[in-house]
């Protein structure tokens, strides 16, 4: 069963084109599914009509299977996070989990028996006596979960909840985040912008652009597989490559643009002349950076690769057929089915 869907769910703000329009999206039990797109695009008002928090201007919004559009928040069985998540300053961490069992009536025993639970699922059970401020940005971060897991909800409705962490905590409250998502398997909608946390977190990702779904897939599928080159481009870093030719789009990853082998091509490859004009050397790879044509391209390799390329020269690169996405110019739909001539 669903336990979110959507159902030609939108949005129209007053003097504005439509924030969300007609979505719809239907999460799997236990999913993380993420809404990623880039901002503005309309994923924060899209999780608030989940949410409760915003009324739509159409459509419907069902939580197991029941039709909640107009039901208020605390009827929707929902938790939400939000990248502004508010602790009480003057609060201890124990009474900040604690609060919305408090509102709830729920007795002194049940209480502590959750916040424990709750608190050592997120790893905090040391911090209970303390006030926010003696806190670090992730733990306060756990304690805003764990508060909205003392309320056994449905589904968790997180929006950009990382967004205050410095790149190294992000990293691991990325991985703590999905860690304990698993353990409570707890359907999870997550906004982000972030692509790397949007392919490392999400069982399935939905790109979302201008207030609509543009694809909807596990992150190998967006990534392998996009359905237009708003998709191909938005995802992977350095992005897709996009070449025209032969009034197509041929579209290619980075790591997929080689230097070609001698005598090799027509045999189930293209060669394109790339003329490089700088390198960069990360580390663990290299990035060349040049043109075809008029077009923008970026090769990608290992940084021990064998592989000399001064720049201000053109080299002979090539790309295997299976490797070759085709883009409609005009539209920048994919073109399934037979490869074009190219
Ligand atoms: P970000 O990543 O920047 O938070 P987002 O994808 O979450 O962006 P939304 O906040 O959903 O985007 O906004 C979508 C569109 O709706 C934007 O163009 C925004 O300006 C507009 N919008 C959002 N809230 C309102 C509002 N209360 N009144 C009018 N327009 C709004």
Redesign the pocket.
Known sequence: MAVVETRELT?H?????A??DGIDLASTDGEFLV?L????????????MIGGL?PPTSGDVLIGGRVVTHLPPRARQIAMVF?SYALYPHMSVYNNIAFPLKAQKVDKATQQQKVQWAASILGIDQLLKRKPRQLSGGQRQRVALARALVRDPNVFLL??PLSNLDAQRRASARDELQQFQRRVGTTTIY???DQVEAMGMGDRIAV?DR?RVRQLGTPREIYDDPADTFVATFLGSPPMNLVPRNGHLLGFRPEHFVPAEPGASGAGSVTFPFHVHREEYLGVERLLYGEIGEAKAVARFPAGAPLAATPGETYEFAVQTKELKVFDRESGLRRHGEVPRL
Do not use: M, N
């Not at 703000?13 to 084109?17: E, K, Q, R, W």
């Open positions: 949005k703000f007053a003097g504005g084109v924030a969300v809404l797109g880039p901002s503005g695009c309309g994923k924060t008002t899209l999780l608030r915003e990248q929006d950009e906004v982000t912008h979302i207030g």
